[in-house]
């Protein structure tokens, strides 16, 4: 099982960002894929998630009308645009897989059962 993530770099305050998030097959079918962040010092925060079968979506409070979720059931990847993007958003973003879906209520990192290596977004001021 492999996720693997990209999209990440250097912007500006305002600017905007596309991650991807190429999973297994098999990974794609049975998981709920979300976007968490960390940033030095901070707890791992739940962005974003999708439920490529359900197409259900959850999104964290500090991103909901900045960060889009998305997904391409053809090429097994789930997107992350993110617009409008400020200081605090700098971190580093990660992908997983959760066997349980995605609840569309919250998101919890204990059950994600696979990550992705990380990619790191930085916003200038």
């Known amino acids: 099982v492999q996720l693997v993530e990209s999209g990440g770099g250097l912007v500006e305050t305002g600017g905007s960002l596309r991650l991807s998030c190429a999973a297994s097959?098999?990974?794609?079918?049975?998981?709920?894929i979300g976007w968490f962040r960390q940033a030095p010092g901070k707890e791992r925060e739940g962005v974003s998630c999708?439920?490529?079968?359900?197409?259900?979506?959850y999104y964290g409070d500090s991103v909901k009308g900045r960060f889009t979720i998305s997904v391409d059931n053809g090429k097994n990847t789930v997107y992350l645009q993110m617009n409008k993007l400020s200081p605090e958003d700098t971190a580093v973003y990660y992908c997983?897989?959760?066997?349980?879906?995605?609840?569309?209520?919250?998101?919890?990192?204990?059950?994600?059962?696979?990550w992705g290596q990380g990619t790191q977004v930085t916003v200038s001021s």
């Open positions: 097959a098999s990974t794609f079918d049975d998981y709920g």
């Open positions: 997983g897989a959760d066997p349980l879906g995605c609840s569309g209520y919250g998101m919890y990192a204990g059950r994600y059962e696979y």
């Open positions: 999708i439920g490529p079968r359900d197409g259900r979506k």
